[in-house]
């Protein structure tokens, strides 16, 4: 090995979130009662969870999805994400109108965007 190049045996296993951290972001970023709509896990955990809150305005709705880094098989399709992070999709009387990520998972801390 040169200098400068780094042993990928010697690297530190990325931490995951728990469910329980994943909860807390959502309460912080829906400020009120949400339901869960969909989760999806595997042999590591929680790797998708969906949920819905009501929006600021009538008929408003805001979906938050949470998608651990990695790549999953899901029924028939392949799905996956390079970072672990939360985003918000804002549907107005049920059809999408804007969605953003609003969360980063970084060295083991939530950044709230």
Not at 20 to 48: C, I, N, P, Q
Not at 54 to 69: C, I, P, Q
Not at 76 to 96: C, W
């Amino acid at each position: 090995m040169t200098e400068g190049e780094s042993n990928l045996f010697e690297m530190e296993p990325e931490h995951i979130p728990t469910e329980e951290e994943v909860h807390s972001v959502f309460k912080e970023l829906a400020e009120k009662e949400y339901k869960e709509e969909r989760r999806l896990e595997d042999e590591m955990g929680l790797y998708l969870l969906e949920v819905v809150a009501a929006g600021e305005s009538e008929g408003e709705t805001v979906e938050y999805a949470y998608m651990r880094k990695g790549r999953y098989s899901q029924l028939a399709e392949q799905v996956g994400a390079s970072v672990t992070a939360i985003h918000a999709t804002h549907y107005q009387d049920g059809m999408p109108i804007s969605g953003t990520c609003v969360a980063e998972y970084i060295d083991g801390k939530w950044s709230i965007l």
